[in-house]
């Protein structure tokens, strides 16, 4: 499922602003259908919703707890806008503007991505296993490594991509015709806009 940039962009702003202008939890709610493949994520969120919830509770500022729903919300949209939203729609949309935007929502996600992979990797060879905290530290070199010379190759291989192909080019595009898909994602954001200004009890 790919949305058109300027639709989902809307739909994230129409999202981000019931959640910046309400106390409602509807907008964070409604960005968990899209992260079911996250399971990592979602199990984190869960975490630090839980710790904070504890803490606040105990310190008698349970009133603040809008402010983890807030900056939950915001990532899990950008997480979001990494997975749908179609990176050549920006391109048509803002051309040369657009490319900064096209590495935040892939470049980004990426180091993680390569990250567990090299964690992955240095369990498999049981470089972490049977190991204090101190021995931890000492392996660090050898477990950033790997991460820094893939993120360096990749920063490469996408200066060439933009010299080769795209200087000189991107030219903006008229908006195409919205899908169905697109006005759904849109009327989704609208949704989570209007149930948040419903009453929180």
């Known amino acids: 499922m790919r949305i058109n940039a ?3 962009v809307a739909s994230g702003v129409l999202m981000a602003v019931s959640a910046a202008m309400t106390s409602s939890p509807f907008p964070l709610i409604m960005t968990i259908p899209f992260l079911i493949n996250k399971k990592r994520v979602l199990i984190v ?13 105990v310190m008698d500022r349970l009133s603040l707890f809008i402010f983890t729903e807030r900056t939950l919300t915001y990532v899990n949209l950008y997480l979001i806008a990494s997975t749908v939203i179609d990176k050549a729609s920006i391109l048509g949309f803002l051309g040369k503007r657009g490319i900064p935007l096209v590495l935040a929502l892939d470049y980004f996600p990426y180091f993680l991505s390569v990250a567990s992979d090299v964690a992955f990797y240095a ?14 530290f000492s392996l660090l070199p050898s477990l950033t490594l ?5 993120v360096v190759r990749v920063a490469e291989n996408l200066y060439v991509a933009y010299t080769i192909k795209l200087y000189g080019h991107g030219a903006r595009h008229s908006v195409p015709r919205p899908s169905p898909v697109d006005l759904a994602f849109l009327a989704y954001g609208v949704l989570a806009l209007c149930l948040s200004f419903i009453p929180r009890f």
């Open 146 to 150: 790997p991460f820094i010379v893939e």
């Open 6 to 8: 300027l639709f989902g």
């Open 45 to 57: 969120e869960l975490l630090v919703i839980a710790s904070s919830f504890s803490l606040l509770r």
């Open 123 to 136: 369990r498999a060879r049981g470089l972490t296993s049977g190991h204090g905290l101190r021995n931890l």
